[in-house]
DNA sequence: ACCTGAACACCGTTCAAGT
DNA sequence: ACCTGAACACCGTTCAAGT
């Protein structure tokens, strides 16, 4: 077959190739992000998936940190905000939102530190917010107080997955830094094979029972310290 | 001159280039980092400023994450510490601690966003853990119940700072991220200019007050919290 | 032992040129 | 309007080869 002109051929031929949306971005970008991990949710290798050159993503995202927030609000829907509205206790039922919240913040520690950075505005945000101030409200906080509340309540859980996604790492004992946590901790470096033990049980058991103590601390706190006056 | 072996000549033509050492690199890096932020604080810009090529840091510093680690803990010898054993009340002065090392991390978001990564492990930050938990002795927070809250202490502070540094930027009426700003604050669509406005406040005195406020409800919250049983 | 150039395998973003 | 190749200006890290 010669080369020039050739008639416009059905598009059966590359199903894969969609024509490019705002919303099959974030989509392709989303697979991407469960085949390979957040450090992998670049604009080239994202492009590549899409069979196109990176440029042409730009038409549809400002950037690589609006790509992320896009896709950061997509998994916010995973947020099981059931507890909401069910019975029970409002304390334990908040704190049972937060847990899901971290839980799938987690996972993606990386998108984690995106959303401390460059404050998520999709409506998966919205909704989270909306629900953890329902809970405020039935637990008698204030409308100010609960403003300030829930940005405390999700700002702390954010940074706690933020933290935890990059301590799921062996620890080794010539490690200068695991060195240091095995001092904070109380470990004379004696002992130190032991922390290998320990740090399996920081990240399940113990790491469970912190987070979980840290969420009742804020709510302790909210309910104890008013706004102060002047604002 | 022709070429080929030239005698040895003294150091002294080439005064800015001492021989390589872990401190000459981190104090490098350091002066980089008031210069041209952290951004630009990389293993090559470091070494081009050092004359030499990146592969030659690799002989000192582990890798980029160890650097800026490095880095951080030389800054938090700024932290003032002097609170902790001067005259009034407790909290007052874990407050005045926490704010001094909040800001001096503010300057430096990214480094806060690197010590939330990598737990912080030199000098500089075991003296100011040694600090809160004297602090919190003096309030008669029970040992294993300061251990955790000085994590929840200086965890809420490195990302506040965290979030702080980024948002030192102007409100766009047509950025979507700042309509939803808007909407959090409670403002409708159509007061919208007035965030320009309110946004320094909210840097400034409210933001002061928010912060502040979080501190005390840690602080209240810790007072008010037990540990759980079984740990 | 220490240092290095060069290489490998990537990045984000812009822009002129095409369709 | 949408899409693209190519370019610009960078990255971190490794490694063989030198001194």
New interface residues.
């Given amino acids: 077959m010669p080369p020039g002109k050739r008639p416009p051929i059905s598009r059966r031929d590359r199903p894969t190739k969609p024509a490019l949306t705002r919303q099959g971005i974030v989509e392709a970008a989303l697979s991407l992000l469960r085949a390979e991990g957040l450090e992998r949710v670049t604009m080239r290798r994202l492009a590549q998936e899409l069979d196109t050159g990176a440029a042409s993503l730009y038409v549809y995202v400002r950037n690589t940190a609006e790509l992320h927030?896009l896709i950061l609000d997509e998994l916010l829907g995973d947020v099981d905000l059931a507890p909401v509205s069910a019975a029970g206790e409002w304390r334990e039922r908040l704190v049972a939102v937060l847990w899901s919240y971290t839980a799938v913040l987690v996972d993606h520690s990386g998108l984690a530190?995106s959303a401390?950075?460059?404050?998520p505005?999709?409506p998966g945000?919205?909704h989270l917010?909306e629900g953890v101030l329902a809970l405020l409200s039935e637990g008698g906080v204030a409308p100010g107080r609960a403003?300030?509340?829930v940005?405390?309540l999700l700002?702390?859980a954010?940074?706690?997955a933020?933290?935890q996604g990059?301590r799921s790492r062996a620890i080794d004992a010539d490690d200068?830094?695991d060195?240091?946590?095995a001092?904070?901790l109380?470990l004379s470096p004696e002992t130190f094979p032991h922390i290998v033990a320990l740090n399996a049980v920081l990240l399940s058991?113990?790491g469970a029972?912190?987070l979980?103590?840290?969420f009742?601390?804020?709510?302790?706190?909210?309910l104890?310290?008013p706004?102060?006056e002047?604002?």
């Fill in positions: 927030a530190q401390l950075v460059t404050r505005s999709g945000y919205l917010v403003a300030w509340a940005d405390l700002h702390f954010t940074s706690t933020t933290e990059i200068e830094e060195r240091a946590a001092a904070l109380g058991v113990e029972e912190r979980t103590w840290g009742h601390v804020l709510i302790n706190g909210v104890e310290t706004r102060p002047s604002s």
